[in-house]
């Protein structure tokens, strides 16, 4: 072929020196076979064959000298590179997986451009390019990203997720819609597997950190921080997060809460800080911030009366951030919180002053915490059995206090309280000892008064744990009925401090659905104020109208049963009432 592409190649320079009407006077069915050799050549070079680019690039110089480039090959090359490349997208889509795919058709467009800086005429670069994005990306575009965008993005494969988005920013239209499309619907899909799943709950958090982790990365890489797609991975967040009500807002608060205690792995405030960063990104996109702030506070109040929190510095910027994300309202009960254990401080410097006028003020060293009941969650009281010691202290103290706060009303929480380094339910159940060596279960139980799951988790602590101070027959993790409890005259310590930590208890169900039944209060309360305050405002609205307005003011999302169950409640307390003519009209009733 090239032998006989040679032979014409010398003919048409013949003709060119001796002819006027150059190329135009050779026959047609040489000039067509001429046209099929270079297009052979082509092929064979497309196909991987080594072939003389120069005989190519003088013979179709020459047609463009005799101007029959444009007129005659161009249109006939255009069409057989459309149908190979047409063919070969059909058929590579099958074989080959996208990320190698993709990388083929890289490497197509490539050649296709080395052609045109190497023999074809430089005219034919836009057309051919353009003939190439069409059979091999703009015509298999849907299946692309149906079958290879999940895959790559599962794998991470960052590299090959950039090359595709390279590719498809050559072409024109609306190939960013669907691309879009498809990222939404990937982080929705693998969202929605982490959130919806209950047996994923104890690692949830942390996968929401890790995939977001993710997803910025490849927006910042992939996308270069396109603003839709940042848009759209923010609306599909929110979407999937949402999917399953409560619960994950309720989980990133103990995650929170894991996170903040002393003991954690957070080694630094600088740590602790970046992580906290990352949680209120995830925290922004859940629409039960009410939920979430009825664990957060019960868990902070914990840390706080317990001496268990890993940074004060910590605690205050996670509560700066909440109330620059939600406003002071939303945080003014936990600000009340830390206002509260600082004038107890205070309190109890003025306190210690106090007891120095006492000629005998024991050997227990008294500290108290004034709690508002406002701000704090709400602890059930018990009633337990303290020594008289400790009576006589409790009252001195309300005595001072009372004193200085005439009108206020002290409730002493037994639960919450501490003495020496063990907790007060400890030092009931050890003062017992000095009474006797051994008692049962039944009989500490019925000395103390302390509640029997707390009381066990006490005994295992004093039992069970690494200090031992005391006994248990029979020996056993677990503290039995019938289980007796005897002094231990061994036990010895190499430090002169001792603390015995108590048996953290888990979160009950019981206590997960009271913490779930008071938001519920809370926003039945909300809504209530929200109709009222609209009713008052307007005097008059339908029902569509008003239903409307308390959607745009509600901060939680709501069922519109919900609210008509409210607006009936309102009615019936003669808050508001319907038109006698109109019953989807309301009245507000002064």
């Given at each position: 072929?090239?032998?006989?592409?040679?032979?014409?190649?010398?003919?048409?320079?013949?003709?060119?020196?001796?002819?006027?009407?150059?190329?135009?006077?050779?026959?047609?069915?040489?000039?067509?076979?001429?046209?099929?050799?270079?297009?052979?050549?082509?092929?064979?070079?497309?196909?991987?064959?080594?072939?003389?680019?120069?005989?190519?690039?003088?013979?179709?110089?020459?047609?463009?000298?005799?101007?029959?480039?444009?007129?005659?090959?161009?249109?006939?090359?255009?069409?057989?590179?459309?149908?190979?490349?047409?063919?070969?997208?059909?058929?590579?889509?099958?074989?080959?997986?996208?990320?190698?795919?993709?990388?083929?058709?890289?490497?197509?467009?490539?050649?296709?451009?080395?052609?045109?800086?190497?023999?074809?005429?430089?005219?034919?670069?836009?057309?051919?390019?353009?003939?190439?994005?069409?059979?091999?990306?703009?015509?298999?575009?849907?299946?692309?990203?149906?079958?290879?965008?999940?895959?790559?993005?599962?794998?991470?494969?960052?590299?090959?997720?950039?090359?595709?988005?390279?590719?498809?920013?050559?072409?024109?239209?609306?190939?960013?819609?669907?691309?879009?499309?498809?990222?939404?619907?990937?982080?929705?899909?693998?969202?929605?597997?982490?959130v919806v799943n209950p047996e994923k709950d104890k690692d949830m958090v942390q996968e929401l950190l890790d995939f977001k982790d993710k997803v910025d990365h490849i927006i910042h890489v992939c996308f270069q921080?396109?603003?839709?797609?940042?848009?759209?991975?923010?609306?599909?967040?929110?979407?999937?997060?949402?999917?399953?009500?409560?619960?994950?807002?309720?989980?990133?608060?103990?995650?929170?809460?894991?996170?903040?205690?002393?003991?954690?792995?957070?080694?630094?405030?600088?740590?602790?800080?970046?992580?906290?960063?990352?949680?209120?990104?995830?925290?922004?996109?859940?629409?039960?911030?009410?939920?979430?702030?009825?664990?957060?506070?019960?868990?902070?109040?914990?840390?706080?009366?317990?001496?268990?929190?890993?940074?004060?510095?910590?605690?205050?910027?996670?509560?700066?951030?909440?109330?620059?994300?939600?406003?002071?309202?939303?945080?003014?009960?936990?600000?009340?919180?830390?206002?509260?254990?600082?004038?107890?401080?205070?309190?109890?410097?003025?306190?210690?002053?106090?007891?120095?006028?006492?000629?005998?003020?024991?050997?227990?060293?008294?500290?108290?915490?004034?709690?508002?009941?406002?701000?704090?969650?709400?602890?059930?009281?018990?009633?337990?059995?303290?020594?008289?010691?400790?009576?006589?202290?409790?009252?001195?103290?309300?005595?001072?206090?009372?004193?200085?706060?005439?009108?206020?009303?002290?409730?002493?929480?037994?639960?919450?309280?501490?003495?020496?380094?063990?907790?007060?339910?400890?030092?009931?159940?050890?003062?017992?000892?000095?009474?006797?060596?051994?008692?049962?279960?039944?009989?500490?139980?019925?000395?103390?008064?302390?509640?029997?799951?707390?009381?066990?988790?006490?005994?295992?602590?004093?039992?069970?744990?690494?200090?031992?101070?005391?006994?248990?027959?029979?020996?056993?993790?677990?503290?039995?009925?019938?289980?007796?409890?005897?002094?231990?005259?061994?036990?010895?310590?190499?430090?002169?401090?001792?603390?015995?930590?108590?048996?953290?208890?888990?979160?009950?169900?019981?206590?997960?659905?009271?913490?779930?039944?008071?938001?519920?209060?809370?926003?039945?309360?909300?809504?209530?104020?929200?109709?009222?305050?609209?009713?008052?405002?307007?005097?008059?609205?339908?029902?569509?109208?008003?239903?409307?307005?308390?959607?745009?003011?509600?901060?939680f999302p709501v069922k519109p049963g919900d609210l008509k169950k409210r607006i009936e409640s309102l009615i019936d307390r003669d808050y508001m009432e319907r038109d006698k003519e109109n019953s989807t009209q309301?009245?507000?009733?002064?």
């Amino acid at each position: 072929m090239e032998g006989a592409l040679a032979f014409w190649h010398s003919m048409v320079e013949w003709t060119l020196g001796n002819s006027q009407g150059g190329f135009r006077h050779i026959d047609r069915m040489v000039q067509s076979k001429a046209f099929d050799g270079i297009l052979q050549l082509i092929d064979k070079e497309r196909s991987g064959e080594a072939v003389d680019r120069s005989l190519l690039r003088s013979l179709l110089g020459m047609l463009s000298d005799l101007q029959v480039y444009k007129e005659s090959f161009e249109d006939r090359f255009l069409e057989e590179t459309n149908c190979l490349y047409a063919a070969e997208g059909q058929r590579l889509l099958q074989e080959r997986e996208i990320p190698e795919y993709l990388h083929h058709v890289n490497r197509r467009l490539e050649e296709e451009t080395d052609r045109v800086i190497t023999y074809l005429d430089h005219g034919t670069h836009k057309p051919l390019i353009a003939c190439v994005e069409k059979q091999l990306l703009g015509e298999h575009l849907p299946a692309i990203l149906q079958k290879g965008l999940k895959n790559m993005l599962d794998e991470n494969r960052v590299s090959d997720v950039t090359l595709m988005v390279q590719l498809f920013s050559r072409l024109k239209g609306g190939h960013q819609s669907i691309l879009l499309q498809h990222w939404g619907e990937y982080i929705k899909n693998f969202g929605s597997s982490i959130v919806v799943n209950p047996e994923k709950d104890k690692d949830m958090v942390q996968e929401l950190l890790d995939f977001k982790d993710k997803v910025d990365h490849i927006i910042h890489v992939c996308f270069q921080k396109n603003e839709k797609f940042v848009n759209t991975m923010k609306e599909s967040f929110e979407n999937f997060i949402n999917r399953r009500a409560n619960k994950p807002a309720e989980l990133i608060a103990k995650y929170v809460d894991s996170k903040l205690r002393s003991g954690n792995k957070e080694a630094t405030d600088e740590e602790l800080e970046r992580f906290l960063d990352k949680i209120m990104i995830i925290f922004r996109f859940i629409h039960g911030k009410d939920v979430f702030e009825a664990f957060y506070k019960k868990d902070l109040s914990k840390r706080l009366l317990v001496g268990k929190s890993a940074s004060v510095d910590s605690e205050k910027s996670m509560l700066s951030k909440l109330k620059h994300e939600c406003g002071a309202a939303f945080t003014s009960k936990l600000e009340g919180m830390f206002k509260d254990m600082e004038l107890s401080k205070d309190v109890m410097i003025q306190f210690k002053q106090y007891m120095q006028n006492y000629n005998d003020p024991g050997c227990i060293d008294l500290t108290v915490n004034i709690l508002t009941m406002g701000y704090w969650p709400t602890y059930t009281p018990m009633d337990v059995h303290l020594p008289s010691e400790m009576i006589k202290l409790q009252e001195i103290f309300k005595t001072f206090y009372l004193g200085k706060h005439s009108g206020r009303r002290l409730q002493w929480q037994s639960t919450l309280g501490h003495a020496l380094q063990v907790s007060l339910f400890q030092t009931l159940v050890l003062l017992m000892f000095n009474e006797g060596d051994e008692f049962s279960l039944e009989d500490i139980k019925m000395a103390t008064a302390i509640e029997g799951s707390e009381l066990r988790r006490t005994l295992q602590s004093l039992a069970c744990g690494k200090a031992r101070v005391l006994n248990k027959m029979p020996k056993s993790k677990d503290v039995e009925d019938g289980d007796k409890f005897i002094f231990n005259a061994d036990f010895k310590h190499k430090l002169y401090r001792i603390k015995i930590n108590q048996i953290q208890m888990k979160e009950t169900v019981e206590e997960q659905v009271n913490t779930t039944e008071r938001v519920f209060q809370d926003r039945q309360y909300q809504i209530d104020a929200a109709i009222v305050r609209i009713m008052k405002m307007r005097k008059t609205l339908t029902h569509n109208l008003l239903i409307s307005e308390l959607y745009n003011q509600l901060k939680f999302p709501v069922k519109p049963g919900d609210l008509k169950k409210r607006i009936e409640s309102l009615i019936d307390r003669d808050y508001m009432e319907r038109d006698k003519e109109n019953s989807t009209q309301y009245h507000y009733l002064a």
